[in-house]
């Protein structure tokens, strides 16, 4: 990123402002519908983080450190937005709003619908610590800062959450399997 | 269930899917608002501009309402009939149902903790999240120290690491199977200092309660892959269950119900509110086991 298009942005530029919305938006909006699971929900995060992140910019000290600040900012945006969505309740059958690849050889419906319930359980700090990590590709050091977290308690996060679904999606085959379902 | 190496390249696999381009309409209302903010108030995403544009509608209309009523009501037979300023007779008020909780925790009674075997407990307070089903429930969603409270359920058998720092070289050949093997070798395991064993009863069952803690200055970094482990359970090559951060307490509740192990954990801290404590264990005591 260039150095001197986030100083000039700092400065309240417009035009610089509004090449870092084009630089980080997809990601960010990558990131938001990640964790949300709701486009709608994922696009108002993305305008509240860049809203903010007008009016914060000209505090941030270390412009290296943008990409990690603005996602602190999401993460926070994605919690304020999850209060909205509301919580999803078991028992429902997920049906996303995003029409995944046709050819998908990888995976079948059922497991993608699985993931996506159990998923679906986990509080916003979870989601953000499993989207980070498996999609973002942050360590446990990155993404303690984007969340304000030492590294240890990261890692910890991730586990009991990966725990969590695991525990989840078994739950959920015992179920189907006890109640005769296919 | 897959190994965890399977796992993460499932979710992996999972996560990769999905948008990941800001639509042009979101980018022309964020470039818009910041062009609104130079000459007014910050502009608001649009559905939580559309939400409070409803409301100020909602909050007039409610205002136009009770004037309505009122005068309907005050005005001696005007416009609801005769007798519309007659005293009207009170109307019995039902008793108020527990409005459930709506910022996603578990209403206060009975829940489908785990399934095989199937245990029912009771939540006794407000602030409990859950995983049910999965056999897990936090205080607040807060598990970490150093005053996060949180419990979970294993009905399995458990191989129960000699070291839990060095738990990927100390695994036993075979795991406890009863609830006396699994107290000795929870009170043999290095660096836990685990307490007497307490004789308790569960919904008529008998069992032993232990309690296990983790060093204060424990770090976890210099543990086999950052972890300090437990104990795993079958087929998988990783600790099934792990501490959260030093110091964490583990007081564990340990019953054979109609031959299957069954341990619930129930973790904490030294800060941990004792209330918190209190209702982790009114859970517990409240367990009723099924099939």
Known sequence: ?182 | MNTQLDFDRILDSWLADGPSELPDRAVSRIVQSIDDSKRGPIGLPWREMMNRLALAAASLAAVVLVVVIGFGLFSGGGMFGPGAGATPSPTPSATPATPAPTDGSLAQGPHVLSKTPTITVAIPAPGWFGELGGGILTKNENVDAPDGAGMIVFAEDLYVYRDPCEWSTTKPETPATTVDELVAALSAQSLRDASAPVDITVDGYTGTSITLHVPDDAVFGECDQGTFGSWGVAGESTPGRYAQDPGQIDELWIMDVNGVLVVIDTAYYEATPTEHVDEMRAIVQSATFGQ
């Open chain 1, 1 to 182: 990123m260039d150095s001197d298009l986030i100083e000039r942005a700092k400065r309240r530029d417009n035009e610089a402002f509004t090449a870092l919305v084009h630089h980080f938006g997809d990601r960010l909006y990558a990131v938001a519908y990640r964790i949300l699971r709701d486009t709608s929900g994922a696009e108002d995060a993305v305008q509240q983080t860049f809203l903010i992140a007008w009016r914060e910019l000209p505090k941030l000290r270390e412009p290296q450190r943008l990409q990690s600040w603005l996602f602190t900012i999401l993460v926070n945006a994605c919690r304020t937005e999850m209060r909205h969505v509301g919580r999803w309740r078991p028992g429902l059958r997920v049906v996303t709003d995003f029409e995944p690849p046709v050819d998908d050889s990888q995976r079948t419906i059922a497991q993608r619908d699985e993931l996506e319930r159990a998923f679906r359980r986990l509080s916003t700090e979870q989601r953000a610590v499993i989207v980070l990590h498996h999609y973002i590709g942050l360590s446990g050091d990155e993404i303690g800062r984007v969340l304000g977290l030492p590294a240890g308690t990261v890692r910890s996060r991730l586990h009991y959450a990966r725990q969590q679904m695991r525990a989840a999606i078994e739950a959920d085959a015992r179920a189907i399997a006890s109640e005769g379902l296919a």
